[in-house]
């Protein structure tokens, strides 16, 4: 059967430094856990490296590559959403947790050919999308405006990044946080909401969308926290990811649990099956 339409659940005001408290709250729940969060990190830190060493000397495939992987990064941890979740609920967060999640999302759907089924999936295309338009218009950019042709990453530290005399790197990293502020506010809630509830991806982009616009500050702050430590991780040689990706996916559902109310909408998987206190907020 169809799911039944909902309105959008109701958005919590929070203090501005409340995304310090989820990197908090992540810690612990990494430490609960134990290797299987690490090994999330460890995972895309090592696709990462694959990445960097099949485009290391093309650099629009490289600027590519990682631009989607990093823009998918909300997909790719929704495992690390299940796991914070089974602890919250009580339940043992093992491997099985992180099986479940992968292999059978299905089970929870009665009607396969609704859009509900694959709601999950249409939003990791969405932001695959959203990241090819960015490689493809921050290639157009540089290439009419760079002074030279612009080969490798060399070539674009070298006449973008330290230019002396241009204004295009700050171009581009204007171009680049008008292009990255949609697909923040598209996100930070909805992959949590979409495996917690059963929404449609519409609820939860403009469920997320809405959560940015009654917590401006705080939403900003946490904006700045996810793209430090990213840079922190990929500075390192790609070995931060290690920690910085179980920290960020953990520190999301405790995001999503404060932010959104979402008590009102049908859990994604089976009552049945569901603990108690999983409505409670």
Same mark, same amino acid.
Request: proline residues 6%; charged residues 10%.
């Given at each position: 059967?169809?799911? @039944?339409?909902?309105?959008?659940?109701?958005?919590?005001?929070?203090?501005?430094?409340?995304?310090?408290?989820?990197?908090?709250?992540?810690?612990?729940?990494?430490?609960?856990?134990? +290797?299987?969060?690490?090994? #999330?990190?460890?995972?895309?830190?090592?696709?990462?490296?694959?990445?960097?060493?099949?485009?290391?000397?093309?650099?629009?495939?490289?600027?590519?590559?990682?631009?989607?992987?990093?823009?998918?990064?909300?997909?790719?941890?929704?495992?690390? =959403?299940?796991?914070?979740?089974?602890?919250?609920?009580?339940?043992?967060?093992?491997?099985?947790?992180?099986?479940?999640?992968?292999?059978?999302?299905? $089970?929870? #759907?009665? %009607?396969?050919?609704?859009?509900?089924?694959?709601?999950?999936?249409?939003?990791?295309?969405?932001?695959?999308?959203?990241?090819?338009? +960015?490689?493809?218009?921050s290639a157009a950019l540089i290439t009419l405006l760079a002074p030279v042709p612009?080969?490798?990453?060399?070539?674009?530290? #070298?006449?973008?990044?330290?230019?002396?005399?241009g204004w295009l790197f700050e171009l581009w990293l204007?171009?680049?946080?008008?292009?990255?502020?949609?697909?923040?506010? $598209?996100?930070?809630?909805?992959?949590?909401?979409?495996?917690?509830?059963?929404? @449609?991806?519409?609820?939860?982009?403009?469920?997320?969308?809405?959560?940015?616009?009654? %917590?401006?500050?705080?939403?900003?702050? +946490?904006?700045?926290?996810?793209?430090?430590?990213?840079?922190?991780?990929?500075?390192?040689?790609?070995?931060?990811?290690?920690?910085?990706?179980?920290?960020?996916? #953990?520190?999301?559902?405790?995001? =999503?649990?404060?932010?959104?109310?979402? $008590?009102?909408?049908?859990?994604?998987?089976?009552?049945? @099956?569901?603990?108690?206190?999983?409505?409670?907020?």
């Amino acid at each position: 059967m169809p799911p @039944t339409a909902h309105p959008l659940p109701g958005i919590r005001n929070i203090s501005p430094l409340r995304p310090l408290v989820w990197l908090v709250l992540a810690w612990r729940d990494m430490t609960r856990v134990g +290797w299987i969060s690490f090994a #999330h990190g460890l995972a895309l830190a090592v696709v990462g490296a694959a990445i960097v060493a099949i485009a290391h000397q093309k650099f629009w495939l490289l600027a590519g590559a990682l631009s989607g992987f990093l823009v998918v990064a909300p997909v790719l941890a929704t495992s690390l =959403y299940a796991l914070s979740r089974a602890l919250e609920h009580g339940e043992k967060a093992d491997i099985q947790v992180v099986l479940r999640t992968w292999l059978n999302w299905q $089970s929870s #759907h009665f %009607n396969k050919w609704g859009n509900d089924y694959w709601c999950m999936v249409q939003f990791g295309a969405l932001l695959a999308l959203a990241a090819t338009g +960015w490689v493809l218009t921050s290639a157009a950019l540089i290439t009419l405006l760079a002074p030279v042709p612009i080969l490798s990453p060399l070539d674009f530290v #070298h006449h973008v990044v330290l230019a002396q005399d241009g204004w295009l790197f700050e171009l581009w990293l204007a171009m680049g946080g008008v292009m990255a502020a949609p697909m923040f506010a $598209s996100s930070v809630v909805s992959m949590p909401l979409l495996l917690d509830r059963r929404v @449609t991806l519409l609820q939860a982009v403009l469920t997320s969308w809405q959560t940015v616009l009654v %917590n401006p500050i705080p939403m900003a702050l +946490w904006a700045a926290l996810i793209m430090g430590f990213t840079l922190l991780g990929l500075g390192s040689l790609l070995l931060g990811l290690v920690v910085v990706i179980p920290m960020l996916g #953990h520190a999301s559902w405790h995001a =999503y649990r404060d932010l959104v109310d979402a $008590s009102k909408l049908p859990l994604r998987e089976p009552v049945a @099956t569901a603990a108690p206190s999983s409505g409670a907020r």
